[in-house]
Nanobody, 115 residues
Framework: VQLVESGGGLVQPGGSLRLSCAAS????????MRWYRQAPGKERELVAT????????NYAEFVKGRFTISRDNAKNTVYLQMNSLKPEDTAVYYC?????????WGQGTQVTVSS
């Protein structure tokens, strides 16, 4: 099982990034997918969730209206489009796959928002 995040980097405040998470080794379309983030010295927090079919999506309040989660089950990939980025969005972003008692994590990708 692998979840490989990509797309992180350094961006100025107000900028945009698109994160991708490519999955392999399990039936991607059966799993709900989530993006989490963890800033230095803080606990990991849930950012966004998308159901296995993509029909149900939820966001943390602090990203509503700025971030968009989506998935392509044909490509076994989940995305996080991040717009209007703020310095407080700086964190390592992780994707997570979960279904019943099974959960898998990626290694994370660093997002730094700074001028």
């Amino acid at each position: 099982v692998q979840l490989v995040e990509s797309g992180g980097g350094l961006v100025q405040p107000g900028g945009s990034l698109r994160l991708s998470c490519a999955a392999s080794g399990f039936t991607f379309s059966d799993y709900n997918m989530r993006w989490y983030r963890q800033a230095p010295g803080k606990e990991r927090e849930l950012v966004a969730t998308i159901s296995s079919s993509g029909g149900s999506i939820n966001y943390a309040e602090f990203v509503k209206g700025r971030f968009t989660i989506s998935r392509d089950n044909a490509k076994n990939t989940v995305y996080l489009q991040m717009n209007s980025l703020k310095p407080e969005d700086t964190a390592v972003y992780y994707c997570n796959a979960n279904r019943m008692s099974r959960t898998y994590w990626g290694q994370g990708t660093q997002v730094t928002v700074s001028s």
